[in-house]
């Protein structure tokens, strides 16, 4: 129970009809995703549950932040991709979008740059969803993740200045699909769809997200 009594369950709700649904989000998919994780198992511990439901990010240490559900329900429905694709994740964080993706029925490939991170990420998800399919990497997401390419999708959660030519290349080149926030003070989020070689780039929202970290700047 939460500080006003209410159930991380009731707080979902909340969130999923006000924050996702009340501002256009409409795939059912995306939304039962949404109902199905609870967000505090990816949050510092004492952070009350009005906090975890909110419409903002949640600091998760690191100097990171977990972003505010209605972006990472925004850059989902954006990607739009049918149960069963392949989907890289740059970007594993707290864990929690990689979690919705597993929710949604993705074969998930996420990559972390800060071992911590990604090692705390793996041991939450596999305790509430042991059977989840799911690949964890420490990695340099500038890179994608070659080994599992092509991707029928591929979602990045901090923001590179310049969009990596990596992640294009290992788009699969039959509608493969890249979403990402890009640019450095003021950012686009971006929906980058390939066909065989051409690129077709859409540009949405603004945003704010971390800056995705060289890794020779560390
Ligand atoms: N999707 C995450 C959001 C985390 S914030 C969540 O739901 O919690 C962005 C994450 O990207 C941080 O964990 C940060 O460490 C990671 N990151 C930054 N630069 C990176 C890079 N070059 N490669 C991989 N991960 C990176």
Redesign the pocket.
Do not use: K, M, N, R
């Given at each position: 129970m939460g500080e006003t009594g209410l159930s991380s369950s009731s707080f979902r709700e909340r969130m999923v009809r006000t924050d996702l649904e009340g501002a256009g989000v409409r795939s059912r998919r995306v939304l039962d995703a949404f109902m199905s994780v609870p967000r505090e198992l990816?949050v510092p511990s004492r952070t009350g549950l009005a906090a975890v439901y909110g419409n903002h990010p949640l600091p998760?240490g690191?100097g990171?932040?977990?972003?505010q559900p209605f972006i990472?329900a925004y850059m989902l429905e954006l990607l739009s991709l049918p149960p069963g694709s392949r989907v890289l994740?740059?970007?594993?964080?707290?864990?929690?979008?990689?979690a919705i993706l597993a929710a949604m029925g993705m074969e998930v490939v996420t990559?972390?740059?800060?071992p911590e991170?990604a090692s705390r990420?793996r041991r939450t998800i596999m305790e509430f969803m042991p059977d989840a399919d799911i690949r964890f990497l420490i990695?340099?997401?500038?890179r994608g993740w070659e080994p599992a390419a092509p991707y029928a999708g591929i979602i990045v959660?901090?923001a590179p200045l310049s969009i990596p030519s990596a992640l294009e290349e290992q788009l699969d080149p039959k509608g493969g699909c890249l979403v990402l926030p890009a640019g450095g003070f003021i950012q686009k989020l971006v929906k980058i769809t390939r066909a065989g070689e051409d690129l077709t780039m859409q540009e949405s929202l603004t945003v704010r997200?971390?800056?995705?970290?060289?890794?020779d700047d560390r």
């Open positions: 990816f998760i690191f990171q932040t977990v972003s990472v994740e740059i970007g594993t964080g707290s864990g929690y979008q990689t990559v972390e740059l800060i991170l990420a990695s340099d997401g500038y959660s901090a997200f971390v800056p995705l970290i060289a890794s």
